[in-house]
């Protein structure tokens, strides 16, 4: 049968049948991701119900000081008598990497452009900066109290998903949310230093070899690590996010690609936009996604062979609408 878009009364109708929910998001999850799952986990318990994070990588070493990020749990499986599950910013099952999931009542809440109605009940808004705005919605229709500690996980995926709010789509909505948030509790200064300035050594070694590794073609800039660069580096695969950002941070650079060399030889590839052009389309063509302005997908290899076709794309890809 084929899945519709739904509402955010849809999604509360929904939570309003159900006791016990499990809640996810995507595997590698980023900042939105934990952030948004660990706020509607705290959401959902303020609504008289049992919930769970359970995450398939658990959660990145930046986001542990998260508040009730030390409950989440760290599963390749969803035990558990869970009757329904709750997926945010997350396009398929699939891309949550969790079996035991398909059993239960699917509700899907994500802003992503690229974003399909997979789940039962399917609430995508492309308009939301980041699910952690869909998810503020959600608490506020519920007649839900923003915590200090649902705050706080609320600004920090809206922070880091925003680009500390530069990327494209920031506008004075966003402003707005953030102000309801700091209102109720999170302090943006604490928020702040518990993701930009807790790098590990590693990661911060594994930049300095990805900048050696830069290249400028026009207004494409791309750099790229290796497996074995990593393992020198100290730095695990979380290491790598946001390391794209400062081959976009170059003048005249209009798009920025970032690969990264996976245990099997292929590649993970993270895209980014300054905004002229769409990056969305681009991690499509190779069966990932995302946003206009940032996106990701998967990439045969040889590094010279994926950096051809990734670069090849972009060259070719559309301009945003
Ligand atoms: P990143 O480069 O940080 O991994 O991802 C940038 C954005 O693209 C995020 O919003 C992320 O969810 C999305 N994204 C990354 N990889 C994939 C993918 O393989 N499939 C889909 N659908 N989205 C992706």
């Given at each position: 049968m084929e899945k519709r878009h739904s509402s955010v009364e849809d999604v509360l109708r929904q939570i309003g049948q159900h006791e016990r929910f499990v809640l996810t998001s995507h595997a590698r999850p980023d900042g939105d991701a934990v952030g948004s799952a660990l706020a509607c986990c705290q959401i959902l318990r303020a609504m008289g119900k049992h919930a769970d994070v359970v995450l398939?990588?658990?959660?990145?070493r930046i986001y542990r000081?998260?508040?009730?990020?030390?409950q989440v749990l760290q599963s390749h499986r969803v035990l558990g008598a869970y009757e329904a599950a709750i997926i945010l910013e997350?396009?398929?099952i699939h891309r949550t990497?969790?079996?035991?999931?398909?059993d239960r009542v699917l509700i899907s809440i994500d802003h992503h452009?690229?974003?399909?109605?997979?789940?039962?009940v399917n609430w995508i808004d492309?308009?939301?900066?980041?699910t952690a705005e869909m998810v503020f919605r959600l608490a506020r229709e519920a007649g839900v109290k923003f915590s200090p500690e649902i705050a706080t996980c609320l600004y920090t995926a809206l922070m880091t998903d925003t680009g500390s709010f530069m990327f494209?789509?920031?506008?004075e909505n966003t402003f707005a949310l953030a102000r309801e948030l700091v209102l109720a509790g999170a302090d943006p200064a604490y928020c702040a230093r518990g993701i930009y300035?807790?790098?590990s050594v590693g990661k911060i070694r594994l930049l300095g070899e990805a900048l050696r590794n830069l290249s400028v073609e026009g207004h494409i800039g791309y750099a790229w690590v290796t497996q074995k660069q990593m393992e020198r580096c100290g730095?695990?695969?979380?290491?790598?996010?946001?390391?794209?950002n400062y081959v976009l941070?170059?003048?005249?650079?209009?798009v920025a690609a970032f690969f990264r060399e996976m245990p099997e030889g292929r590649y993970r590839v993270s895209l980014r936009s300054?905004?002229?052009?769409?990056v969305a389309h681009v991690a499509e063509s190779f069966g990932g996604g995302g946003h206009e302005c940032a996106s990701g997908c998967s990439v045969d290899g040889p590094l010279a062979e994926a950096v051809r076709q990734v670069l090849f794309q972009l060259r070719r890809g559309p301009s945003v609408q």
């Open positions: 398939h990588d658990g959660v990145p000081s998260l508040p009730f990020a030390d997350c396009d398929s990497r969790l079996e035991g999931l398909e452009v690229s974003g399909r109605p997979f789940a039962d492309p308009h939301a900066v980041a494209q789509g920031t506008n300035f807790a790098h730095a695990i695969e979380e290491d790598c996010e946001g390391l794209v941070s170059i003048g005249g650079v209009e300054k905004g002229k052009l769409d």
